[in-house]
């Protein structure tokens, strides 16, 4: 499930249901075709549009879309967003960051950095299996990795300390 915000007003939940794209609870046909690297052509309800993502942030997952020469700013929310903003997580960044703890019980499927490296805002951490699938826990700000409190194949609980900064 995602949460899409468009220009700060519109609120859009979409959802994969055994192949079937819903819309806000909705069943919707979308007939897509590809246009060059960043574009697409799209037919729904009997209407063209074509699309093209003109801007794309990964890491604060949003982006730019230009629909038909009109250009909207798109944010997008998973289930782990959410997830991050019922644990209070989501704040991270307006105050000093000094670890990073599990946002569920999972297993330690890869380190990805070492201690005293270096990262950066939205660097990849380690990848953590929970609900049987892989979550890449990235950074949520710049720092120097003091300590790791876990290895692969650690199983982890909701909240254990997996990273600690300097």
């Known amino acids: 499930m995602y949460k899409i915000k468009v220009n700060d007003q519109f609120l859009f939940e979409l959802e994969d249901r055994d192949s079937v794209l819903m819309v806000n609870g909705n069943p919707v046909q979308l007939d897509l075709s590809k246009l060059g690297h960043n574009g697409t052509h799209v037919l729904y309800q009997n209407r063209s549009f074509n699309t093209e993502v003109i801007e794309l942030n990964k890491a ?3 982006c730019k879309i230009k629909i038909n020469g ?17 644990l209070g997580l989501d704040n991270l960044n307006t105050n000093k960051v000094s670890e990073i703890k599990a946002p569920m019980p999972g297993l330690v499927l890869k380190v990805l950095v070492e201690e005293n490296a270096e990262v950066k805002k939205g ?6 299996e929970a609900m049987k699938m892989e979550n890449i826990l990235k950074s949520s700000t710049d720092g120097i990795i003091k300590k790791i409190l876990i290895k ?4 982890v609980e909701k909240n254990q300390v997996l990273v600690q900064f300097k």
């Open 60 to 62: 604060d997952k949003t």
């Open 70 to 86: 009109n250009i909207y700013q798109v944010s997008v929310e998973d289930q782990f967003d959410v997830l991050l903003k019922q």
């Open 123 to 128: 660097d990849n951490l380690l990848i953590l």
């Open 152 to 155: 692969q194949g650690d199983k």
